[in-house]
């Protein structure tokens, strides 16, 4: 099993919205934002290649949205093909798909825009990976995350027959792929998939937005974008404490710094980052 970064390119958010109840003269700190409160964010996807599979962990925001749309981001470098082009791989390499949610952050390059106007899957012998409880979620979207479910990133996925889903195993992890399981979570959106890999390096969590960055291991470090923000804090400590006992390791989707780490807990009990690492030439390397 070889892992590689696709850096997706970078994208700027409000940073109260980012950062929820904490204060700013706290949260600035860590990431500090623009004249229009603004503050930079990776879009850092994941290729797990396994000889037999290219799989690909979510796809950023994509290129094909309005200069309106892109007014309010400030996406930058996101051309997913070229990402994966610097890493040796094609479009045409990838053969599984892994959307974590359907939010336009995670799935807009998953969908392309032909010179005719046509959207079509940007990946055109994989398999795309979802599941119908949080497909019809995003379908259907409530006032509140209206606007972050955008139709044209995932419905062209349904109508060319390549979205599967994977049903949920209520008692634990889902098994997956062998040496890949997911875990379903309802605080940020509903059915949200995480993706727990059994690395030749050890277990390594893809976190998707249930820890979006390692900015946010303070338990009220909470997403004013998550829909169930108490769950979001029991599941989120659950993760920690977890990774802090079995020794995970867990990667950052939207960190702009830190690709990956250990977890530990301070002297006070707060969880802390441990080990910093990143991916290098297929491995996991820390600092």
């Not at 997706?8 to 109840?21: N, R």
């Not at 094909?64 to 070229?82: I, V």
């Not at 409530?142 to 990133?153: C, G, M, P, W």
């Not at 989120?236 to 780490?261: C, I, R």
Request: net charge negative; with cysteine; glycine share 8%.
């Amino acid at each position: 099993m070889k892992l590689i970064t696709i850096e997706a390119g970078t994208f700027k958010l409000d940073g109260g919205a980012m950062f929820g109840v904490v204060p700013k003269t706290l949260w600035n700190r860590l990431n500090p934002a623009d004249e229009n409160n603004l503050c930079l964010w990776a879009l850092r996807c994941l290729l797990i290649d396994t000889g037999e599979r290219k799989i690909l962990v979510d796809t950023g925001i994509g290129d094909k949205q309005d200069a309106k749309f892109r007014s309010f981001f400030h996406p930058e470098h996101t051309d997913l093909e070229k990402a994966l082009q610097k890493q040796g791989y094609r479009a045409e390499d990838i053969t599984d798909v892994f959307i974590t949610h359907l939010h336009f952050d995670h799935v807009g390059g998953a969908v392309k825009r032909t010179e005719e106007g046509k959207l079509v899957p940007t990946f055109p012998n994989a398999a795309y990976w979802s599941n119908k409880r949080h497909y019809d979620w995003a379908y259907t979207p409530n006032a509140r995350e209206k606007a972050s479910f955008l139709k044209e990133n995932f419905v062209p996925l349904m109508d060319a027959g390549v979205l599967q889903f994977i049903e949920e195993n209520k008692d634990g992890l889902t098994d997956w792929l062998p040496g890949l399981k997911v875990q379903f979570s309802y605080g940020h959106t509903e059915a949200m998939m995480a993706l727990h890999i059994d690395t030749p390096q050890g277990h390594m969590v893809y976190c998707a937005d249930l820890m979006p960055s390692s900015l946010h291991f303070g338990l009220p470090y909470i997403m004013a974008y998550d829909i169930r923000p108490l769950v979001t804090l029991k599941e989120k400590n659950d993760l920690l404490d977890q990774a802090v006992e079995k020794g995970w390791m867990l990667y950052f989707e939207h960190d702009p710094q830190t690709e990956l780490s250990t977890v530990v807990k301070d002297e006070r009990g707060r969880h802390r980052v441990g080990k910093k690492g990143k991916l290098l030439n297929g491995r996991i390397v820390f600092e």
